[in-house]
């Protein structure tokens, strides 16, 4: 591979580079109220997702509960002309959205400040 690319430098012919593209994966973290630009992908544009509002009601540090608990965020995600309202959990699974299929993978806890939420999609 390296004498045939070697090969066509010498003689001046152009050597084909690949296209920039689209990370695979991606990862938000968002507070509530904020929004931020997911990647385009090939022939679709850049959607938007925003994060209106959490739950949470996962049991407190040092605390004895019967019941874990969970997260539960409301994104609006627009691409385009296109705009949808999702529901998503933590723990859960993902969501097809207008974004790809999206995940709740993490979120700071009350009294660490706003909190936070780290969302997950792919292509």
């Known amino acids: 591979m390296f004498r045939h690319l070697l090969l066509l430098i ?6 084909a580079q690949a296209a920039p593209t689209a990370p695979a994966t991606w990862t938000l973290t ?3 109220g904020q929004t931020a630009s997911v990647p385009a992908t090939p022939g679709q544009p850049a959607a938007k997702v925003t994060l209106l509002g959490l739950r949470d ?13 969970n997260v539960t965020a409301r994104v609006f995600v627009t691409r385009g002309a296109s705009s949808r309202l999702y529901t998503l959990t933590l723990p859960g699974v993902p969501a097809a959205t207008l974004a790809g299929p999206l995940r709740l993978t993490a ?3 009350l009294g660490e ?3 936070r939420l780290t969302l997950q999609g792919r292509r």
């Open 10 to 15: 010498l003689l001046g012919l152009p050597v």
């Open 30 to 32: 968002l507070r509530a």
């Open 107 to 109: 979120a700071t806890r």
């Open 113 to 115: 400040g706003p909190q």
């Open 57 to 69: 009601s996962r049991c407190p540090p040092r605390a004895y509960c019967l019941v874990a608990g």
